[in-house]
DNA sequence: GACGGCCGTAGACACTGTCTACGCGCGGTG
DNA sequence: CACCGCGCGTAGACAGTGTCTACGGCCGTC
């Protein structure tokens, strides 16, 4: 049998992604985990500290699907691909934990060690990121000086969120009637990609 | 004197910029404009509504700080640049009003005719990129055939909002330490601009 | 001058997150 | 074995929330 703490995340994750991440009350939560209102914060101290664990499992999931999609030995333009499929699959198909996991603000602060530590949380993807870089640029070197690679990698996460975050309320849906969504999507990605680092 | 109406939005850009967009209630709001809890009722039908007239405010305001920011006589290259910064700099100066503007989740559905009609707020803005685009695209033919203006605005967009987004939680000061903090943010608007529009 | 409609007030309701006091049941100690 | 202590979960209280409803006062109109 699970413990209770288990099954509170769980239960927490369910309901963010069924309902989003505002609808997710501390009490609805212990109701679907089988356990009284007052159950949670012995574990979790408050509200927010429940909210980060599951923002934690949630970074935990994205991190897996890395793991699981990208292949280490092919070409670093292939595994950046790779990288941005899993990340832009993952807000679409989990919606409710994509935003909750970069909701700082429902989120407990960095300075709290409880907390979800975005930092800490997202700094292994965005150091994968720069290294792949790195590789791409030694095996692909261009006339001029490029941009230092934290530089790069920071600007190609930059636009990989915001075609998430954009395509998530379907603004771009209308301004891109062109292809059909799947698409679409993909070559947003493929655009980021491009100007970023030219093959 | 200002209506109720009005009172009752000034007062909620107010707290949104002072505690962010969810920390407003509607009862703080009414308690800020001076009326009784009720009140608000009579001009917004919900919690939803308000917040919603609240970011159609903020839409009003950023569109007042490009007419004043961008020089319709300029190159166009220069344009963009220019509605970047602005943008950005929206963006950190009145953080919560951003935030709020793109929380789709707490405002009303976009069928609701009330509702903020987020598509038809960002839709101007949205079409002057891709105009620009344009322009400068004639301007600076290149060789091989370039993706459709309206793609290369959207990633343009959505490079530009997710600069925004993660500089907003602080995780790329650290990933960014090089410079000091004006000059790191407007290299990455840089780097979008060039990657995206090749000069 | 009486009337109707708009506006704002005030109370009720169900619900939330947090805090506190209370008991049950377990393991270790005398 | 009896006992105590303690971790775990329950249950109630409290302030506060958004929404709904009924109630007054003020206005312009007939």
Redesign the pocket.
Known sequence: MES?RERLVAAGVELVLRDGADAV????IARRAG?????P??YF????ALLSAIARQGFADLAARFAAAVDADAPPREQLRALSRTYVGYAVERRGMFDLMFRHDLLRGEDDPDGPRLREATLPMFDRIVELVRQHRRAHPTAGRPAPAAVTAAALWANLHGVTQLWGWGSMQLALRTGEDGKALDRLVTAALDAHLPA
């Open positions: 209770v009350g501390l009490r609805e356990v009284s209102h007052g159950a914060r012995r101290p408050t509200h927010r």
